[in-house]
């Protein structure tokens, strides 16, 4: 009983009711006509395209700079690594891979610059960070316009310049993740191995470098500064080291949710993208100040098998076609749970 009660005080009745409710509409899908199996590989695909970008938000989280709502940052250094990948016509592993590495030097770039800022606003993180990824997206707006791309699949046809608004990566590195080693059950379900693997790598590398030397000082940075800072370790520096890595993490998970989705997506859409990540983390059971492998994992099912199976099973209900606005719904009803979960911690 003692064990029941722990388990419920530490996974928390919000996630539990969420986690029911989900399992409800699993059951539900095949009793409305909904079929069970695509439904189950819909949600596998959609928690590989979104996982490393909440995951992004855990070095900044663990280092005490809260939730980065400047993850835009990364994924604006993740767009122009892969839209030059394109450029340079580099194409299946190669492409996507290289996509990767073009990136690299970007996130490294403005994640030093952002964790510059941040170390002179301390307090202020998730407030500020909100506007430079703001202001950074909009900034890029001009630029996707007057950057000398050439690509014809990239640029505007009617005036040879200027990149447009989506960029299908079909012939490039499509799916290079989900295919690869994709086990097909079946007429609709297909098992994304190569996807679930990157994203478990990706998990691994991250928990082994918060159980490193430089991870445990970000992490004691994070839960008490004063004392990390008594026994000699830099404090600006271990959290400049995790918005780096932030960043870099957020280019990541762009590259990796492009390649799943099909399109390149640019100008304001990363915005987007950055609530739906920050939300997931928390239902997931993080807090402003910690974070683990598990609240990434966790809250990222959760979340997008929500909007995954909310608008297919309600439309069957209803015999309409409301998949949009069902959606929305319920993305900006957990987005506000969370922010509102969030305020609780911190008050």
Partial sequence: MRDIKTFIQDFGWPRIIIFIFLIVLFILAPVVGVRLDASISDVLNRFGQYAILVLALVPMIQAGCGLNFGLALGMIAGLLGSTLSMQFE????????????????FSVLFGWIYGLLLNRVRGEEMTIGMYVGFSVVMIMCIMW??????????VW?????????????????????????????????VFPTGLVLF?????????????????????????????????????????????????????????????????????????????????AILIGGASVNKASMANVIIGTLLFQGLLTMTPSVINSILQTDM?????????????????????KVTK
């Fill in 323 to 343: 998949s949009e606005v069902i959606r929305m719904i319920v993305s900006n009803g957990i987005i506000l749970y969370a922010l509102t979960r969030k305020t």
């Fill in 145 to 154: 316009l007057v950057l000398p791309y050439s690509n014809p699949q990239m």
């Fill in 90 to 105: 580099l194409r299946g592993f190669i492409g996507f891979f290289g996509a990767v590495a073009l990136a690299l030097p």
């Fill in 157 to 189: 046809g009617f005036a040879g310049k200027g990149l447009r608004t989506t960029i299908s990566t079909e012939g490039y590195w499509l799916k290079i993740l989900n295919n690869f080693l994709a086990i097909r059950i079946g007429q609709f379900f």
């Fill in 199 to 279: 994203v478990a790598l990706c998990c691994y590398l991250v928990w082994l470098f918060l159980r490193s030397k430089t991870g445990t000082a970000m992490t004691a940075v994070g839960s008490n500064p004063d004392f990390a800072r008594a026994s000699g370790v830099n404090a600006d520096k271990m959290r400049l080291i995790s918005t780096i890595m932030s960043t870099f993490l957020g280019a990541v998970g762009i590259i990796v949710y492009e390649q799943s989705f099909g399109f390149i997506q640019l100008y304001t859409a990363p915005n987007a993208m950055v609530f739906p990540a920050i939300a």
